[in-house]
């Protein structure tokens, strides 16, 4: 059975830092596009960033850019999201979401096939 497992959320004060890590099980992650995703109470769904399954690609939401990275490490199936300078603006569920998809793009987001379940991140004083 194939299952993504968000970890690393929590409760963070303002200028803080978390790692979201997607673990895989079931598969391996090397020939798959990894997206992040997130949603906060009354709005929608919005993504954040994504990495394709060569690692060559990243796209960057603009409320994202220049405080999270995305990255890979296809040894151990498992996709991070480094997010620093954190906001109160930036708690949500976040999402990570896979596709497979060979090459150097990321997905459209109605192309993901598999996602998590969420991991909460708070950002709070």
């Known amino acids: 059975q194939l299952q993504l497992v968000e970890s690393g959320g929590g409760l963070v004060q303002p200028g803080g830092s978390l790692r979201l890590s997607c673990a895989a099980s079931?598969?391996?992650?090397?020939?798959?596009?990894i997206g992040w995703f997130r949603q906060a109470p009354g709005k929608e769904r919005e993504g954040v960033s994504c990495?394709?399954?060569?690692?060559?690609?990243?796209n960057y939401a603009d409320s994202a850019k220049g405080r999270f990275t995305i990255s890979r490490d296809n040894a151990k199936s498992t996709v991070y999201l480094q997010m620093n300078s954190l906001k109160p603006k930036d708690t949500a569920i976040y999402y990570c979401?896979?596709?497979?998809?060979?090459?150097?793009?990321?997905?459209?987001?109605?192309?993901?096939?598999?996602w998590g379940q969420g991991t909460q991140v708070t950002v709070s004083s």
């Open positions: 979401a896979a596709k497979l998809m060979y090459g150097n793009r990321c997905p459209r987001v109605y192309e993901y096939e598999y």
């Open positions: 079931g598969f391996t992650l090397d020939a798959y596009a």
């Open positions: 990495i394709s399954s060569s690692g060559g690609s990243t």
